[in-house]
T-cell receptor
Framework: GAVVSQHPSRVICKSGTSVKIECRSL??????MFWYRQFPKKSLMLMAT?????????EQGVEKDKFLINHASLTLSTLTVTSAHPEDSSFYIC????????????FGPGTRLTVL | AQKVTQAQTEISVVEKEDVTLDCVYE???????LFWYKQPPSGELVFLIR??????QNEISGRYSWNFQKSTSSFNFTITASQVVDSAVYFC??????????????FGQGTELSVKP
């Protein structure tokens, strides 16, 4: 139980294009999903908290117009990196919190984004 | 302010050795949750344990054990008889309850464990 998937696992794109990353909870409903960014050899940095049916809450310093988050259903949240630049290259990880279990986050396998 | 400190950046052991990963946290909340996650080279974070602030009982799961001490604000993780497959980055994390900041996870910097054959 508590499986979270991400798609794609790897993506390479040209500078200026937009990239969409999907995060799905496969066997549970997630009212809340989280998006993190991780640089090499570093810890996870929370970008935003996504609640189903409402606007995402972004952490300080995260550009909401650049990192668009949509949480349209209880099993799917998407992160769109708009007009990507090389500095956006990173490992993006989502997590989902079970509706019934209030505090444990289960993580997806991550998406490696490379912007050329 | 809430903070998690994992002072050990890297640890290297030889297979079958015991190893302890330290985690010290700071919080003013009386109710909070502590977690350990494992991140193998594949990148996915694997949930290992969740402990609430009112439960100071130590826990053992196979070769893994956790020592939670509120008096020292520590939540240390011990691997007994380490194996090569234990090589990974281990993260300790703290979260307040959902009604406080939405239960956001505050991660430590991680400890990279390398178990050599």
């Amino acid at each position: 139980g508590a499986v979270v998937s991400q798609h794609p696992s790897r993506v390479i794109c040209k500078s200026g294009t937009s990239v969409k990353i999907e995060c799905r909870s496969l066997d549970f409903q997630a009212t809340t999903m989280f998006w993190y960014r991780q640089f090499p050899k570093k810890s996870l940095m929370l970008m935003a908290t996504s609640n189903e049916g409402s606007k995402a809450t972004y952490e300080q310093g995260v550009e909401k117009d650049k990192f668009l988050i949509n949480h349209a259903s209880l099993t799917l949240s998407t992160l769109t990196v708009t007009s990507a630049h090389p500095e956006d290259s990173s490992f993006y990880i989502c997590s989902a919190r079970q509706q019934a279990s209030t505090d444990t986050q289960y993580f997806g396998p991550g998406t490696r984004l490379t912007v050329l | 302010a809430q903070k998690v400190t994992q002072a050990q950046t890297e640890i290297s052991v030889v297979e079958k050795e015991d190893v302890t990963l330290d985690c010290v946290y700071e919080t003013r909340d009386t109710t909070y949750y502590l977690f350990w996650y494992k991140q193998p080279p594949s990148g996915e974070l694997v949930f290992l344990i969740r402990r609430n602030s009112f439960d100071e009982q130590n826990e053992i799961s196979g070769r893994y054990s956790w020592n939670f001490q509120k008096s020292t604000s520590s939540f240390n993780f011990t691997i007994t008889a380490s194996q090569v497959v234990d090589s990974a980055v281990y993260f300790c994390a703290l979260s307040p309850p959902i009604y406080n900041q939405g239960g956001k996870l505050i991660f430590g910097q991680g400890t990279e464990l390398s178990v050599k054959p």
